[in-house]
């Protein structure tokens, strides 16, 4: 612990560090939800993207990976969240979305 946060390092294979991943990690992460603010990615399936930045930033996290595909929904409309909603993870995370781009 140091400075009201936990931290630990390792396997990870089955989210086991707590860090929100499955990622193997050498150095320390912090582990979310033990005095850290945290990012809970929200529902934003089906809502414009702007609307997803906007809940993105209400959740203190952040739009990552944005990938735009065709498809027969409204342009701009999120069609894919990475995670899934309801995961938490660390204040700041970057989210990724799938977005119609149209027809």
């Known amino acids: 612990m140091n400075g009201g946060h936990v931290y630990?390092?390792?396997q990870n294979g089955h989210g086991q560090l707590g860090d929100g991943t499955k990622k193997?990690?050498?150095?320390?992460?912090?582990v979310v939800g033990f005095g850290a603010v945290v990012c809970t990615v929200p529902?934003?399936?089906g809502k414009t993207f702007t609307a997803a930045k906007t809940a993105m930033v209400r959740a203190h996290?952040?739009?990552?990976?944005?990938?735009?595909?065709a498809s027969r929904k409204?342009?701009?409309t999120v069609l894919?969240?990475?995670?899934r909603p309801g995961t938490r993870l660390l204040?700041?995370?970057r989210v990724?979305?799938?977005?119609?781009?149209?027809h």
């Open 80 to 83: 894919a969240v990475t995670p």
């Open 91 to 93: 204040k700041g995370a």
């Open 24 to 30: 193997q990690r050498r150095t320390r992460v912090a």
């Open 96 to 102: 990724g979305l799938t977005v119609s781009r149209g």
């Open 43 to 45: 529902a934003v399936l």
């Open 61 to 69: 996290c952040r739009v990552g990976t944005l990938r735009r595909v």
């Open 74 to 76: 409204k342009r701009d």
């Open 8 to 10: 630990c390092m390792g």
